[in-house]
């Protein structure tokens, strides 16, 4: 009689991932979190050229308790880490990340003591960006990629993305470091 005749065979349960899937996905609110030249790659996906606001995203959120999407482009320093985890908490759910460039998914060709090797060993990424920095349409394929993502998600409770304890920089000893904690 109503919605039935327009999606036949569907439940309600799908048809309720579509809706709100939909407003999920065409509704990011992204949270920027950027350092280095990959801030400034960030910076040009918001300007009029490439224009993120096409896919929903121009409301750049930066409370993080009114953001959905994490961005985090560049280097990330272990005095840092802990300001990017509290930012990550308080983002209500649900809630994605996206790892911008090499330095944010793999420490790049900084292998040193203050950087953090990826920040995918403290919170879960969902889509990663290659490249140093990465262009702004590789941004711009990302967010298409994670609003595919977003799309085939269910409603339904899933087990929280939680990441295992690998290595707490600030209070676990770096094996790679013994003597600095002598």
Known sequence: MGIEKYTPGKTLTSI????INWAHKN????MTFGTACCGIEMMS??????DIARFGSERVSF???QADLLIVGGRVQRKEL???KRIYDQMSEPKW???MGACASSGGIFDTYPMIQGVDRFIPVDV????????????????MMLQEKIKNESVKKEPDRKMKKIFDPLCDQDPRFPEFYK
């Open 16 to 19: 309720t991932d579509f809706i």
């Open 27 to 30: 509704s990011l609110w992204p």
């Open 45 to 50: 996906v918001l300007a009029s050229r490439y």
């Open 63 to 65: 409370s993080p308790r």
């Open 82 to 84: 802990y300001i990017l």
């Open 97 to 99: 990340v996206i790892s």
């Open 128 to 143: 990663y960006i290659p490249g140093c920095p990465p262009r702004p349409e590789d941004v711009i394929n990302a967010l």
